[in-house]
């Protein structure tokens, strides 16, 4: 299902629709300020296993991340140094990482490496469905490829590829080709591990 919700004011039925499915242990397609992502109501165990089979992803060996609503939500999944809790004041919302100490209110499967990617996005779509679900929404990325970037970019595309996958696809314009920058907080230093849209001049870039 492709479902039209414009960033300038999301529709709040359309809004709920999605929202329902995401309870009923759906996954989605969603834009962010970065790529388009897929995702599901990150607490369903069985719905990000279902993310994991289709992106080809062992959670014992990859980091999961997770967008939030704001920062206060973010302790309740992720030991946020002050550091850390600094950075992200700074810079979210926006096209960032952040790679966390996982915290004690996450289920097991993202315990396997004891670290978690937390997001924030520019995005009010992205941002909206997090607010009316309650808790975080996993995110992974839709695969881009330069080969054919209008199937990350182009919801209707996009649909067209991954409609037997995902239970919707929300079509808030065409998405960015490039994925966010990565800062790793799990030491005692913050550091880039991996350039993307964000910009972060302060901290190093690691290699």
């Keep these: 299902m492709l479902v039209k919700i414009y960033p300038e004011n999301p529709n709040p039925k359309e809004i709920d629709k999605v929202v329902r499915t995401l309870q009923e242990s759906g996954l989605v397609i969603y834009p962010t300020d970065t790529l388009y992502a897929i995702g599901c109501d990150a607490l369903n165990v069985r719905a990000v296993e279902k993310i ?37 004041k700074q810079y979210l919302p926006g096209p960032f990482t952040f790679i966390l100490p996982a915290g004690g209110e996450l289920p097991k499967i993202y315990k396997s490496r004891k670290e978690i990617g937390v ?52 079509d808030g314009g065409y998405g960015d080709t490039e994925g966010s920058t990565v800062i790793d907080c ?13 910009i972060c001049s302060q901290i190093p870039v690691r290699g």
């Design 52 to 88: 994991c089979r289709i992106k080809g992803v062992n959670p014992r060996k990859s980091n999961l991340s997770v967008i939030c609503y704001d920062l206060s939500g973010i302790s309740t999944y992720a030991k946020v140094s002050n550091m850390a809790f600094k950075l992200m």
């Design 186 to 198: 799990t030491s005692g230093e913050c550091e880039i591990t991996r350039q993307g849209k964000g």
């Design 119 to 170: 997001r924030i996005p520019a995005h009010p779509v992205a941002r909206e469905l997090v607010r009316s679900l309650g808790h975080p929404l996993l995110t992974m990325s839709v695969h881009y490829s330069e080969e054919e970037p209008e199937y990350a970019t182009d919801p209707e595309l996009i649909h067209e590829k991954y409609e037997h996958l995902v239970d919707i696809v929300i």
